[in-house]
T-cell receptor
Framework: DADVTQTPRNRITKTGKRIMLECSQT?????MYWYRQDPGLGLRLIYY???????NKGEISDGYSVSRQAQAKFSLSLESAIPNQTALYFC????????????FGDGTRLSIL | KNQVEQSPQSLIILEGKNCTLQ??????????LRWYKQDTGRGPVSLTI?????NTKSNGRYTATLDADTKQSSLHITASQLSDSASYIC???????????FGTGTRLKVLA
């Protein structure tokens, strides 16, 4: 089983719909992140959480919200999806120790029509 | 402005050949520099992490170098294999923060 699991892997939906992307991890890491990847751009941080009671905005949080339901679960919501939110979304985890790698899920490809 | 630039954007090589990918950064203050491999349809996977005091780190056929003075890093792939076909992403961590600045990647294709 994958250490970081994202569901769904693919989603096509319409403008205005509410979407939830889910992430679960078995690595036991406290830190979890949501990124989006667009063609020609580096990954950009949407939200991050350093423990269950800690939620922080990243550089592009507008239009998104998150929920950290447990140490192992971190979900991303688009309250009212718009076409420019079409992208590849990645969840990542990391240990709290410095200089440790981030571990990424395999992504959710989201298309908003 | 904190930026990470990678070159070339794409590269095609023959199986068995070596190649070197470049990363220049303007991130300050610097904590560490990472190289990730991203296969098509998959998430990035960590290859190496180098701190300010390290100037080289290897992971099998992958060797990363870091020159903190010139703010340059390279990833050298030795004896390439078809499975090396992927995007390679350079990432710099801002010291004392959660912030990771991602490059746009180099897309490598290895041909038989």
């Amino acid at each position: 089983d994958a250490d970081v699991t994202q569901t769904p892997r693919n989603r096509i939906t319409k403008t205005g719909k509410r979407i939830m992307l889910e992430c679960s991890q078995t690595k036991g890491h406290d830190r979890m992140y949501w990124y989006r990847q667009d063609p020609g751009l580096g990954l950009r941080l949407i939200y991050y959480s350093f423990d269950v009671k800690d939620i922080n905005k990243g550089e592009i949080s507008d239009g998104y919200s998150v929920s950290r339901q447990a140490q192992a679960k971190f979900s991303l919501s688009l309250e009212s999806a718009i076409p420019n939110q079409t992208a590849l979304y990645f969840c990542a985890t990391s240990d709290s120790w410095e200089n440790q790698p981030q571990h990424f899920g395999d992504g959710t490809r989201l298309s908003i029509l | 402005k904190n930026q990470v630039e990678q070159s070339p954007q794409s590269l095609i090589i023959l199986e068995g050949k070596n190649c070197t990918l470049q990363c220049n950064y303007t991130v300050s203050p610097f904590s560490n520099l990472r190289w990730y491999k991203q296969d098509t349809g998959r998430g990035p996977v960590s290859l190496t992490i180098m701190t300010f005091s390290e100037n080289t780190k290897s992971n099998g056929r992958y060797t990363a170098t870091l020159d903190a003075d010139t703010k340059q890093s390279s990833l050298h792939i030795t004896a390439s294999q078809l499975s090396d076909s992927a995007s390679y992403i350079c990432v710099v961590n801002l010291s004392g923060t959660y912030k990771y600045i991602f490059g746009t990647g180099t897309r490598l294709k290895v041909l038989a």
